[in-house]
């Protein structure tokens, strides 16, 4: 890569994003508590469309959301991050 296009970490990934469909008729701030509430759970997006809530985890620690997924009968799609690149 080049210098100077502000790049200054590049790190392994340790997360990954978990795309929830929301449900009909349900608060989706109380989803979203809920969701932050599970352990390995790091943040919870809202968000519009067919994804109602990105929710970032870790890798490693991820069993109680997916079994949060499970219980709930929530569809969702999971990506997992490999390398995080940033500024910071």
């Known amino acids: 890569m080049k210098k100077g296009i502000g790049i200054k970490t590049i790190r ?7 795309f ?27 968000t519009s469309g067919s994804a109602g809530y990105v929710v970032t985890a870790k890798k490693d620690e991820s069993e109680a959301l997916e079994r949060f997924i499970k219980r709930n009968a929530l569809r ?4 997992e991050s490999h390398y995080i690149i940033s500024k910071r």
């Open 12 to 18: 392994t990934g340790k997360y990954g994003l978990y």
């Open 76 to 79: 969702s799609r999971y990506l």
């Open 20 to 46: 929830i469909e929301p449900q009909p008729n349900t608060n989706a701030k109380e989803i979203a508590n809920e969701l932050l509430g599970l352990n390995g759970v790091v943040e919870v997006q809202i």
